[in-house]
């Protein structure tokens, strides 16, 4: 077996990244789709670290971000509209693809009084739409790039269903026992590839940490305003599920290293035509994290309630889960982020935090967009992606 060196580099807490000597001085243009979202703003500011790589970096978004690097050209654009649409905007702006990184997501609002995800059809109708008219749009356009990178994510392994295969593998079967847009993207970018002969890459994260102006899906953003808002109620953090959801890993995949990876996929001739998931790499559990979180606020914990009488227990509709075997998931919970977020003492908070800090959102006003993702993060199952 021969040895292979390569030279790696850090970029503030982010270290071992891989270099890319073989592709240095290329020049190449890139494509990134949801460029205003959490991944996709990421894996923008990324690229733009590599001029000698990244010549040109396309931002597509229905509101493409505002740059003022002048290798970032922001192009606003509707993948839910027809591909002849989407072709011609394509061509007026004059962009080029070497490469292309799809992050784009739609999450359709809820009926009143459903969770995040219950709007399985609608959620796959519009998700697999916005990949599907992307490509036929490419076709039209004549844009083939040498790899196309789809980012799906976690719940392809079922997570959000009940207990998974664990740890969650890439070699693991689909789960079928409920619709799932990620299995349609696919399907659509395999074909796609194949006709057009080129190559892809699918990157699976789990949850997503980043920083980006409309976060919704993610935890952390709601964490940090759960915190601040008790804070100034002057009340411990208060947890709401049991022992085994305290103890439960659950990896997480910040958005900065998803974007490295992302380019490593990109450019790495063995990471083609395969599915990769992607995590910071570190153990994880929200009963780790509390304290922690506790003490960066400044406000004392809880820890799970004790008496079993005031959990609530809801039953996943799933029996054998996506494990394959077993009995359906079952979930403990003493209360939701999502019903705390309406409380009278909350809101009345939050509007005293947002006019002393000049925060232009209240993130109260679309709870289940908002808190949603939290609440789904209480489940006793574990979020192993290897």
């Known amino acids: 077996m021969g040895v292979t060196t390569r030279t790696v580099e850090s970029h503030g807490i982010f270290h071992s990244l891989p270099t890319f000597p073989e592709h240095d001085g290329k020049k190449y243009s890139a494509i990134v789709t949801g460029a205003n979202g959490i991944s996709g703003a990421a894996l923008v500011e990324v690229l733009s670290q590599a001029p000698e790589r990244w010549e040109k970096i396309f931002a597509l978004s229905r509101r493409p971000p505002t740059a003022k690097n002048?290798?970032?050209?922001?192009?606003?654009?509707?993948?839910?509209?027809?591909?002849?649409?989407?072709?011609?905007?394509?061509?007026?702006?004059?962009?080029?693809?070497?490469?292309?990184?799809?992050?784009?997501?739609?999450?359709?609002?809820?009926?009143?009084?459903?969770?995040?995800?219950?709007?399985?059809?609608?959620?796959?109708?519009?998700?697999?739409?916005?990949?599907?008219?992307?490509?036929?749009?490419?076709?039209?356009?004549?844009?083939?790039?040498?790899?196309?990178?789809?980012?799906?994510?976690?719940?392809?392994?079922?997570?959000?269903?009940?207990?998974?295969?664990?740890?969650?593998?890439?070699?693991?079967?689909?789960?079928?026992?409920?619709?799932?847009?990620?299995?349609?993207?696919?399907?659509?970018?395999?074909?796609?590839?194949?006709?057009?002969?080129?190559?892809?890459?699918?990157?699976?994260?789990?949850?997503?940490?980043?920083?980006?102006?409309?976060?919704?899906?993610?935890?952390?953003?709601?964490?940090?305003?759960?915190?601040?808002?008790?804070?100034?109620?002057?009340?411990?953090?208060?947890?709401?599920?049991?022992?085994?959801?305290?103890?439960?890993?659950?990896?997480?995949?910040?958005?900065?290293?998803?974007?490295?990876?992302?380019?490593?996929?990109?450019?790495?001739?063995g990471a083609a035509n395969q599915a990769l998931n992607i995590t910071d790499g570190s153990e994880f559990s929200l009963g780790k994290f509390w304290p922690v979180l506790a003490h960066w606020y400044g406000v004392d914990y809880s820890v799970p309630e004790s008496d079993e009488s005031k959990y609530h227990t809801f039953e996943m509709p799933f029996e054998p889960p996506p494990r394959g075997f077993g009995p359906r998931g079952k979930i403990q919970t003493s209360w939701s982020f999502v019903e705390w977020s309406q409380r009278t003492d909350v809101q009345s908070a939050w509007k005293t935090i947002q006019a002393r800090d000049n925060l232009l959102q209240n993130p109260l006003d679309e709870p289940v967009k908002n808190f949603g993702l939290l609440d789904a993060e209480i489940s006793p199952w574990s979020r192993t992606l290897r």
């Open 70 to 269: 002048p290798r970032i050209h922001s192009v606003a654009i509707d993948f839910l509209g027809e591909p002849q649409d989407i072709a011609r905007v394509l061509k007026e702006n004059d962009v080029t693809a070497d490469y292309i990184f799809f992050s784009s997501y739609v999450q359709p609002p809820t009926k009143p009084g459903e969770g995040l995800w219950s709007n399985t059809d609608e959620l796959e109708e519009k998700n697999v739409k916005l990949l599907s008219s992307f490509l036929s749009a490419l076709s039209i356009a004549s844009i083939i790039p040498k790899r196309f990178v789809l980012q799906t994510g976690a719940k392809h392994y079922g997570i959000h269903l009940g207990p998974t295969l664990n740890p969650e593998e890439e070699s693991d079967p689909r789960p079928t026992i409920a619709p799932n847009f990620y299995f349609g993207q696919e399907d659509a970018l395999f074909k796609w590839t194949r006709d057009n002969n080129t190559s892809w890459t699918v990157t699976r994260p789990g949850w997503i940490l980043g920083a980006v102006k409309d976060a919704a899906m993610n935890f952390v953003n709601s964490l940090a305003v759960y915190a601040s808002i008790q804070k100034e109620l002057r009340k411990p953090l208060e947890f709401p599920g049991d022992i085994a959801t305290w103890d439960s890993k659950k990896d997480q995949s910040t958005s900065t290293l998803i974007a490295y990876f992302a380019e490593w996929a990109a450019l790495t001739v």
